[in-house]
């Protein structure tokens, strides 16, 4: 493990001029006083691309990510090594006086500030967004509350699996006849995570720190993933009936299912326009079903007789190869399917590897090489870079508060010793 002392000379040598060249948002500062995972998110994709994220966190009770599915024997959690990257992470107590007096010291040096608390938190910490744009009048808010700021359910605590729920999202996603069934993973969170990156890029466009022209954006955890839904929301809207689960299929669209192997691996195929559905049916040895006017077109496939027809001679057929047979034939007809991939086979993938989809990089504290996703997105003129990932609680609290605010080491040792760091 390495000492406090160097991970803080880590951590400054980070913030050199040269390790920001070529970085697109080289210069800007974003606090991100979130916690767990969608604002978070934000943060991480904008630190991702040059923003000197500075990370907030109470002393007495951090970011809960910190703790999640944590390899106890290598002192490593994988949730915040990831979504911590590029952060700069210090401890601030906003409920003491001097806590606060921090934060309204660092406002003036942002031009983005992260939050998710719920609605109206933050107006009785005494940070309402007056104030906050009376210190810094260029200064961009991004919030995201489980609700949004308006409507009645805005003082209601929100979480992404809530959000799920209440987008329509989890009540489709099941088998037909089955129980709904969550996201494994935090899909709301890091959904609305990609939308406040993208809304204060917006902003950005016509901000400047120091001037005139604030903005607060308003994002719900519900929203995004209820905007992808819309063509299920309209579709209700216009016919009165509400679209069912369909399992792993599509409701506008047949085929588009999972297949199993006769080696036990599972595929996923999606054949809906005209051409490839053809193509499918002469690879599966059923090409009279392309003269048969019950699937000769997208809208009679959907109906569900046929779409049982069509599900059945496409799974007998999987059934009877393996794997790479299946995947061999399909491709050779010109068919889009793939295998469904574990961790371990995302791991092993050669396309993974000669794509760059994941980087190796040093752990900081314990020397280890971590291997964790890549940048999701590529700019090839600038394209961005995980310099490091998730550091410990407050180890740049001396970088940040020194060099950046200019507090003296004796102002450091007062801070900490009246709990405000």
Not at 89 to 100: D, F, K, M, Q, Y
């Amino acid at each position: 493990m390495r000492s406090p002392e160097e991970l803080s000379a880590f951590i400054s040598a980070q913030r050199r001029e040269e390790n920001f060249s070529g970085l697109p948002l080289k210069g800007l500062r974003v606090i991100d006083m979130s916690t767990v995972m969608a604002a978070p998110f934000a943060a991480t994709l904008l630190g991702d691309y040059g923003a000197e994220v500075v990370k907030i966190e109470n002393p007495s009770a951090p970011d809960t990510t910190r703790g999640w599915g944590v390899v106890e024997d290598m002192g490593i959690a994988p949730f915040w090594s990831v979504v911590g990257r590029n952060k700069l992470p210090i401890t601030l107590n906003l409920r003491v006086a001097e806590g606060r007096q921090i934060l309204m010291d660092l406002i003036p040096t942002a031009d983005v500030l992260i939050e998710n608390m719920r609605p109206g938190a933050m107006e009785r910490l005494g940070f309402a967004k007056e104030v906050l744009f009376e210190a810094n009048p260029g200064l961009i808010i991004g919030k995201i509350s489980g609700y949004g700021l308006t409507g009645p359910y805005s003082n209601r605590p929100g979480f992404g699996t809530l959000a799920e729920a209440f987008s329509g999202f989890t009540f489709l996603n099941a088998q037909p006849n089955g129980p709904p069934t969550n996201a494994p993973m935090a899909l709301a969170d890091l959904i609305a995570g990609v939308h406040l990156a993208f809304a204060v890029m917006i902003a950005l466009r016509t901000q400047t720190r120091g001037k005139h022209g604030a903005q607060l954006i308003d994002i719900s955890l519900f929203e995004p993933l209820f905007g992808m839904l819309g063509p299920d929301f309209l579709s209700c809207y216009l016919t009165g009936e509400c679209p069912q689960p369909k399992g792993n299929e599509l409701s506008y669209v047949v085929p588009r299912n999972n297949y199993l192997t006769r080696d036990g691996k599972w595929v996923v195929l999606s054949a809906a326009v005209q051409k490839p559905f053809e193509r499918l049916m002469e690879c599966v040895g059923h090409p009279e079903m392309n003269e048969d006017p019950r699937f000769q077109s997208n809208a009679e496939r959907i109906k569900d007789q046929n779409r049982k027809i069509i599900n059945q001679v496409v799974s007998e057929w999987v059934g009877s190869l393996d794997l790479d047979k299946v995947l061999e034939r399909c491709e050779q007809m010109g068919i889009t399917i793939g295998p469904i991939a574990t961790m371990r086979d995302v791991a092993e993938d050669p396309h993974y590897r000669e794509r760059g989809s994941m980087v190796d990089i040093e752990d900081p504290l314990t020397g280890r090489t971590l291997k964790i996703p890549n940048i999701p997105f590529r700019l090839l003129g600038t394209p961005g870079r995980i310099r490091f990932p998730g550091l410990p609680l407050g180890s740049a609290n001396d970088i940040v508060y020194r060099e950046l605010l200019g507090y003296s080491e004796e102002k450091l040792r007062e801070m900490a010793a009246g709990g405000a760091i």
